[in-house]
């Protein structure tokens, strides 16, 4: 009976030990993946802040666009030409001749 009952310790100390080996292996995976979801937290976190300001220079870029569009809409309605005239008023002030300088030609 001896041999027997060495033998159910002998199959139960394996049994113990591929239980250990089990739990460790499970509890090594259970880590790397705990480890995973944090990094992967950081990195989404990191991506929505970054998505938040291309969303936000992506607005004011619209908005620089869309004032442009109205600006040439502006310059390119009736009478545009003369709005742009009277704004450009730096140009020539009033009472005075513009000079152009033309090159002669055959003059060094």
Excluded at 41 to 48: D, I
Excluded at 86 to 101: D, G, H, K, M, T
Aim: proline residues 3%.
């Amino acid at each position: 009976m001896e041999a027997g009952a060495a033998a159910n310790l002998s199959s139960e100390r394996r049994d113990l030990h591929c239980s250990v080996i089990g739990l460790t292996v499970k509890v090594g995976l259970v880590l790397m993946a705990a480890v995973s979801l944090v990094r992967l937290a950081g990195t989404y976190q990191e991506r929505m802040d970054r998505q938040g300001e291309l969303a936000a220079v992506l607005q004011l870029e619209q908005a620089k666009l869309a004032k442009a569009r109205e600006r040439f809409d502006v310059l390119f309605s009736m009478d545009g030409e003369q709005r742009l005239i009277r704004e450009q008023n730096q140009w020539i002030a009033p009472n005075r001749l513009r000079v152009v300088w033309k090159p002669v030609a055959g003059a060094p």
